[in-house]
């Protein structure tokens, strides 16, 4: 478990998952394939730039940009992130995750918009300048 | 028997075996909460016999349209006794006599019986917000204007029928609809929301059409309104949606008659948004996130088309709508420090609503269909 800190996770937006300038909470929970845990990247390990690089154009992934949140404020509503260095397909090791599995559908509903309010006050991480887009 | 001043309490167990309870109204307000009936409120019973009749003698026409009358002694059929008053608030029960030569067709149902259940059916439509019944004609409604005189504002009657059907409670808020819906027109202010749908020159006047969901064609004047706002609402796409504000004489179903003066029009670009928002949705494809995330299920894109038209009949603010990855559809809202969601699941057909209040972390989730979406977010916001 990564210990509680200002550190940020860095996490990429999907460009679906933004209607008219406004970001999903959606984005801030794992979706139905992801065993109940969220990707992240650690702000100890890369930069926001290279969590999307690596996102984009080496993993091959669509972002519209990057969003963070802080492992203090993960904590806070009781989530827990941990190391997940990946090697495949490419190496990657600043990867991270955010741990939902014990969460019922009205916990993961909650902390997702708990997040996503949490992302907002930073705003977005990359690219420079930011995407026209509001959290 | 008088139980305090000016309170009259009948109470007879016996009732004669030709007679037959016709109707119970219930009196409730603090003054009945001794199960007794002040004496001042009993004309209202008499008032309510009068309707009956009325009513009655309306039915009959109806059932025989070449008949101009009704019968002779037609209402002499219809006698009320006040027999006695159960608890309950005040509950009085009238018992109908039978007419001297009623014999065995008196036991069966008839245009009075059909006339007590027609008021109570008419009574509910009214406090439904629906306009006049038809079967409230002038004569009635001079009839049913004369009901409730006695009752204070915070009391009601329920003429409850002896099979136990609800019946609808009327009270002052009723007889101010009914006055309302009887005056034939009356000005007011109203907000006209609809789709401009061309520009038309009648008599060398150039004219506006907006078709408005609630108040059907429109047709305004140019010379009334900003002219050029028009015109731009035109240009901008053929779903663009202008409100105006305006003093309308309205007809007493609440239908406009004429406009007699309106605002600057307002040209909504939401509409115009979501609806490109549900096309792009509907055309994504298999694998729209990073090579999973289905394309939407049909009956998700129903309901996206659904809440849409929801949004457009004003009843809910502007929707932010998302693809799942399951194929399904989902809506969010932030509204006075609510963040609420409702997903729909294509696999169970359910949709899940929750809404947390980000500062003081209220929680709220249910399963409503898409109609009850409007309820749950006034809930929210007061």
């Not at chain 1, 955010?98 to 993961?108: H, N, T, V």
């Not at chain 2, 109204?25 to 003054?31: H, I, Q, S």
């Not at chain 2, 009327?170 to 007011?188: C, K, M, P, W």
């Not at chain 2, 809202?333 to 609420?340: N, S, Y």
Request: with cysteine.
């Amino acid at each position: 478990v990564i210990p509680r800190s200002d550190e940020l996770l860095f996490r990429q937006v999907n460009p679906v998952l933004v209607d008219d300038n406004r970001v999903t909470s959606q984005v801030f929970r794992p979706g139905g394939e992801d065993g109940g845990l969220l990707s992240v990247h650690r702000s100890t390990k890369t930069s926001a730039e290279g969590a999307y690089r690596i996102h984009t154009e080496q993993k091959g992934r669509r972002s519209i940009g990057v969003l963070c949140v802080s492992v203090n404020e993960a904590g806070g509503i009781g989530l827990n992130a941990f190391d997940d260095e990946e090697t495949d397909p490419v190496p990657d090791p600043a990867h991270a995750l955010i741990d939902f599995r014990s969460l019922e559908r009205k916990q993961c509903e909650k902390s997702a918009k708990k997040l996503r309010d949490a992302a907002k006050p930073r705003g977005w991480q990359y690219p420079n300048p930011a995407p026209n887009v509001l959290i | 028997m008088l139980t305090r001043p000016g309170c009259l309490s009948i109470k007879s167990p016996l009732m004669a075996p030709s007679e037959r309870i016709f109707v119970s109204p219930v009196l409730k307000g603090a003054r009945f909460e001794t199960n007794a009936v002040p004496v001042e409120v009993l004309p209202e019973l008499a008032s309510y016999r009068d309707i009956v009749i009325e009513l009655a003698r309306w039915i009959y026409k109806s059932d025989h349209p070449g008949r101009r009358r009704v019968p002779k002694g037609f209402d002499q059929r219809f006698s009320l006794r006040l027999r006695e008053v159960l608890p309950g608030s005040a509950v009085p029960q009238l018992l109908r006599e039978p007419a001297s030569d009623a014999g065995l067709l008196f036991f069966e149902s008839d245009e009075f019986d059909r006339a007590r259940d027609t008021f109570n059916t008419c009574i509910e439509q009214i406090r439904d917000g629906n306009k006049m019944p038809e079967a409230f004609t002038p004569r009635v409604v001079s009839l049913v204007s004369r009901l409730g005189l006695r009752l204070l504002s915070s009391e009601s009657i329920e003429f409850s029928p002896p099979d136990g059907t609800p019946a609808p409670r009327f009270d002052h808020g009723v007889r101010q609809r009914i006055a309302e819906l009887a005056n034939s027109t009356y000005l007011d202010e109203v907000t006209i929301a609809g789709f401009v749908e061309a520009v038309d020159k009648k008599e060398g006047k150039e004219h506006f059409r907006l078709h408005s969901e609630e108040y059907g064609d429109i047709e305004l004047p140019l010379s009334v309104i900003d002219e050029k706002a028009v015109f731009a609402a035109l240009q901008h796409s053929s779903a663009a949606r202008v409100t105006v504000p305006a003093i309308a004489l309205l007809s007493a179903d609440g239908k406009i008659q004429s406009v007699i003066e309106t605002g600057s029009p307002e040209i909504d670009d939401d509409i115009a948004d979501v609806r490109d928002r549900v096309e792009e949705l509907r055309k994504l494809d298999d694998g729209w996130f990073d090579g999973r995330g289905k394309s939407l299920d049909r009956s998700a894109v129903e309901w996206l088309e659904q809440l849409s038209s929801v949004f457009e009949a004003g009843h809910v603010p502007r929707p932010y709508l998302y693809p799942t990855e399951a194929g399904g559809a989902r809506a969010e809202w932030t509204t006075r420090g609510w963040e609420v969601s409702i997903e729909y699941s294509p696999s169970d057909k359910t949709n899940y609503v929750h809404a947390l209040h980000i500062e003081t972390d209220k929680e709220l989730e249910e399963d409503i269909t898409l109609d009850r979406v409007a309820a749950f977010l006034h809930t929210l916001t007061g």
